[in-house]
């Protein structure tokens, strides 16, 4: 005898209602208590139902409403997300049903239970999440399953998997470079110099960016202060066919959507584990098409990696995925104990990379030195040069405006930027509350301000520095400057900065023979 | 320097406003995407909200409209549940600021990387839960980060964490005796003849049931058929003082809110370990001041437990578990084969059930026959009793009248039924599709046709079994009837039934001197 399935015949169906309700990712679906075809009663105990019309079929999360303007007897209301993908127009009749949960759940269970993936299992949970056929609580379900132990097998089979489930690009060169770093450091906007750095002396450096999620920016909110990063994989190839490189946002060319999914629910739980860190980073270099890489790993007191030991396990894990899938990769650990640069937040941060493009007097000499270091590594990928020449090569590019000249063509590739670029204009100054010697400056901290004032959607909102560690200040000297659009997200700003300012001021260092106190 | 904290001086407030949204358990609420006060962009990277008004404080999950209709951009709608549990009018003021996270979620982060939980942890844990401050993301990951493992100390405290976040009964008896089946079989209302048996011979029983999940009818669903079961605890105590025994729905009486909101997430998740299933009915029978336990522990191929192996380790948990609180408990295993009784569904199983009470000769045997034995192993906790006579005195009081007599008595004790309580007349007989011995019956799937058909809410829907296993069936011969108050209902069931009847009819067994073909 066969498994129990309801023919469409004998279903109730009801009529598609579009209902303004952005439910982020998942898919919501709102029947009436009334309902006229399907009793609500009947789904007390499942949390999820499947529309189906036609061969489209779409599993959604159940709410119930008494409202019938909101939904009415006979109607089932979709929201946003569950509009858009079921795909159907509004007052089209579905058969809707008890969801049976996707069947790659019961590899997820058997894991939590303490047994390994399958890679073929791996393949149908993420075949599944990327066709939005799990609901959060599912999705959190393999992570935290994940999150206790993963064996490299594992890692590797989903490392393959993201890749395949989105674009893959291929590229004419067989060195193309790419450089990534893990985050966490205000400010950091290294790709900016390095890219144009290595595309003007040759290399093929087509790269994708993040935006901000609990940041105030992500590279791409910032290069979007110059240039349009939404560009198409189409228009990508074009940048880098005409450029060498390009700048571009990586969600919008889609490399790996299940990373996408993944990370929203990481995010919200505080999920942050080796293996996912670089499953996500590789699984997009991967389907970039990368075959070198460069990644940067700060480490400091309050960046996302706090000692040698954490940055060296993380180093071995990228070494061993990148050798198994061909990527060669180089790991670098960088000093994370500050910001990079002198500014937080889009505007602010790309007024400091066009600065060091720019050679000017008062560019940041961190964020120079950093980059032409990080570029220095990345040419000496090309077998051209000799050993050892990357950084002098590096600097020459830099120094005679060959990289500036690059970043304008990459530029007008890319097309004009359509948002606000200015400064904003409301601003508090944080002032020192003693005289010494600045020892600590808390990232994390610096990176609520920069939020909370407004970045990165505030494109000018952010904050300025003045000092550095190991800067001596005064009493009442300004520490650094919060900028804003908005009166109100300001005065939020300079209430939490009052209350932490993210510095510390330890005792000034004694000046030779003096004693200290 | 503080914790950084936002004054409510500086938060943008929004007019509160009730939206008929039914979200479950979760807390849900809704703000415009032209909010006057708060801009959503604010909240990208933020799912989580937190509403103050006063001290009152709410954590809730954020969504997005374009809809002025359904929240205008000077208000933030909350859904049912949030609404009820904010408790503060449609209209009041209240500020809203991203949500941190509850602090006892370090805890659960730690657990998924492999920690044990210390039980001050616990603690902190189920009171964040029983005061709706998690996701239900949050909920699975607490759930899944202690499916892997729990040690037997995060057991103890998890019971007892549980057990204080609810009521806690307290009765004058020193022997309070209570019956627990960890469920799964169809029919299988032993606990409404164990009660009145119980009590009839004098010792204290106040059982609290669950209403059915998943399944056609839970205790407290069949025995709303013949008296009210939503019972306050002072009217549990007087029931209890007049009978001796009760027989009330738990989740009025709140034994065990945590228990109650576990569930919700461990179901759509169907996670089911050990652990879990152990905390929640001991905590709810330590909530309850019960001092014996009987557990009843169905094995089948399609029961819960599937083999002894795993009814023993469940039983010795069970044991432990107990003896540190000081419950005696005893653990016994039964057959799980197939339905017990002849109904399924709360009219079809109180019909059974008061059949066996009134000693009638159509009362089916095996509810009567395991019902006698359950009851005979909790009367020989009454130290008056000489030993094994449990079985015989149990019988006396069902043949003689007295159980039926008291079970009339917490009847009238506990007030008239209000519910439909006639059997469904629309039916459908579902027949032997061959002639044969049944060899084997799917509780899983008749579970499901109950269910299909219309119950618990339909009270008279549900199934009246004619055969069970070892009968012999001719072709075209009844197996049973489906009843349903809902004609689409009962097509459903039938359609599904017809895909797969549960029922397996094996070749006839042979007669002695007949040889098997």
Redesign the interface.
Known sequence: ???????DK???RLKVRR??????RENVV?IS?HSS?L?P??F?????VELRRNSRVLLATL?????N??VGPDEIGL?EPAFRRFAEPAGSLVAVSPAV?PES?DAV?AK???RTFKPAEIDAIIDDLTHYRY????I??FL??S???MTTDELLALVQAMARAGTQLKWPDTIVVDKHCIGGIPGNRTSMIVVPIVAAHGLTIPKTSSR???SPAGTADTMEVLTRVDVSVEEMKEVVAACRGCLVWGGHVNLSPADDILIS?E?????D?REQMVASIMSKKLAAGSTRLLVDLPVGPTAKLTNATEAMRLRKLFEFVGDHFGIAVEVITTDGRQPIGSGIGPVLEAEDVMAVLANDDAAPADLREKSLRLAAHLLEYDPQLRGGSGYARARELLDSGAALKKMQAIIDSQGPATCRTDVGKLTVDVVADDDGTISEINCL?LN?LGRTA?AP?DKGAGIKLFSKIGDHVEKGQPLYRIHAYDQ??L??AA??AK???GYTIGPRHPAIGETAT
């Open positions: 005898m066969t498994k129990s399935t309801h023919t004998t279903r109730p209902i303004s309700l952005d439910t982020g709102v208590r075809a009793r009663d009947v007390r105990g499942f949390s999820r709410l119930i409403t008494d409202d303007g909101l929201s949960s759940l269970r939590i239970q303490g609901s959060d609580m599912e959190a379900a935290i399953g999150a206790s132990f901000a999620i609990t629910v995010r919200p739980l505080s999920l584990t901290q609520r407004g959607i109100s997200e005065d939020l209430a939490s209350a932490n300012c």
